[in-house]
């Protein structure tokens, strides 16, 4: 019986992270954008 993983998951794995970072980059981004434009329509005020 094999013990090591198959060749897939040294492409899947990485894959999936690599999805991970892209969905946090983004949706950090537009929580980043969204909170200046409370911080500017605050000082405007």
Known sequence: MNTFPGPEHFIFIPGILLVGIVI????????ARENL??????LRE
Do not use: D, H, I, T
Not at 24 to 31: A, H
Not at 37 to 42: G, H, L, Q, S, T
């Open 37 to 42: 434009e409370k911080k500017r329509r605050r």
């Open 24 to 31: 946090g980059y983004v949706l950090g981004g537009k929580s």
